[in-house]
């Protein structure tokens, strides 16, 4: 899951990004609202949590140029404007959620976790492929009833995988969902990942579930 902060505090963006980071999300951050919307609008997210007070542009004007662009991708809108005429505000532009500062960051995870799970409709706490089960609550990974761990990039890519079951995914969707924007990526970085899952959630087992799609990308299948 890719999430961007658009926050002009860098202490309160590096913390949350931080935070989110320590729990599995790739996070990116931006610091004034054209650079929020340059990125917002031009790449792939799962979640924008937005600041309403921004240099450059908006939260509010953020919000609104995305859903006229046809951008729907879930908003956590931050503000230290408490008032219910400022939430109401931020909602009708576009915003799926709304929190005022300063808030807990237990808060904003949860608020996180619950716009994840619905991007267009409401997606399962637990994913499955044949005898393969995630559960991305407890951060949890278990086949043939064994347990098997994971490094939190490895269990990151899984969950990509899995949420695309049967789909192909191409490399560039990978990156682009499961590693940050300024990470520094080598051309066969998702190649080395896949073997590392292949040698933990396959080899081990009967069956073999992760397929590469040669000039394509990967998918997980149970046949």
Not at 101 to 121: D, M, Q, V
């Amino acid at each position: 899951m890719r999430i961007l902060i658009v926050e002009d505090e860098h202490k309160i963006a590096n913390s949350i990004k931080q935070g989110l980071e320590q729990e599995g999300y790739s996070a990116d951050t931006a610091y004034t609202g054209t650079d929020g919307y340059d990125l917002a609008s031009t790449e792939e997210y799962d979640l924008i949590i937005l600041d309403i007070m921004l240099p450059g542009m908006n939260g509010l004007q953020i919000c609104t140029n995305l859903r006229k662009n046809h951008i729907h991708t879930p908003v956590l809108m931050l503000s230290a404007r408490a008032e219910t005429e400022d939430k109401i505000t931020g909602l009708d532009t576009g915003a799926d959620d709304y929190l005022s500062k300063p808030f807990a960051f237990t808060e904003l995870l949860a608020r996180s976790k619950a716009l994840l799970r619905r991007p267009n409709g409401i997606t399962p706490k637990v994913l499955t492929c044949a005898d393969l089960t995630l559960d991305t609550q407890n951060f949890t990974v278990t086949r043939s009833n064994k347990n098997i761990d994971l490094s939190k990039k490895e269990f990151a890519l899984l969950e990509y995988l899995l949420r695309h079951k049967n789909q192909i995914v191409s490399k560039d969707k990978i990156i682009e969902h499961v590693w940050d924007y300024d990470s520094d990526i080598l051309p066969n970085t998702v190649e080395v990942y896949i073997g590392y899952l292949r040698k933990k959630v396959d080899k081990p087992f009967d069956k073999s579930l992760l397929k590469t799609i040669r000039g394509f990308g990967y998918k997980i299948e149970e046949s």
